[in-house]
């Protein structure tokens, strides 16, 4: 899943209008050391007028650069795989546990 970046016109790249939501920050965090994934919900509106929501995840790797600040990165290394691969499947399970659909499809 990856997220949909809204354009200057206030649609989304697929032409779907974006409907804010009451909240602008994630929805969960999981983290396993540097290793983090995030689940962010996103309220959409279909042509029709329709509303509905979908849930995206955003996974990253937090590391401090040679002036000690601190980044995040979307690559991992080899040992954050495990990591990886645990707060990926952390986050299956709570959207599965909460309900949310197994495939989410987007209709233009």
């Given at each position: 899943?990856?997220?949909?970046?809204?354009?200057?016109?206030?649609?989304?790249?697929?032409?779907?209008p974006?409907?804010?939501?009451?909240?602008?920050?994630?929805?969960?965090?999981?983290?396993?050391?540097?290793?983090?994934?995030t689940?962010?919900?996103?309220?959409?509106?279909?042509?029709?007028?329709?509303?509905?929501?979908?849930?995206?995840?955003?996974?990253?790797?937090?590391?401090?650069?040679?002036?000690?600040?601190?980044?995040?990165?979307g690559?991992?290394?080899?040992?954050?795989?495990?990591?990886?691969?645990?707060?990926?499947?952390?986050a299956?399970?709570?959207?599965?546990?909460?309900?949310?659909?197994?495939?989410?499809?987007?209709?233009?």
């Amino acid at each position: 899943m990856q997220a949909i970046p809204i354009g200057q016109n206030g649609q989304t790249s697929t032409g779907l209008p974006h409907v804010p939501s009451e909240s602008k920050g994630p929805e969960k965090k999981f983290r396993a050391g540097a290793v983090c994934a995030t689940i962010w919900k996103n309220d959409r509106q279909r042509p029709t007028g329709e509303s509905f929501s979908y849930h995206t995840i955003s996974l990253e790797r937090s590391y401090k650069d040679q002036s000690g600040n601190w980044k995040t990165a979307g690559s991992m290394r080899i040992q954050d795989l495990p990591k990886a691969a645990l707060v990926i499947q952390e986050a299956y399970r709570y959207l599965t546990l909460s309900g949310a659909p197994a495939e989410e499809v987007i209709v233009e």
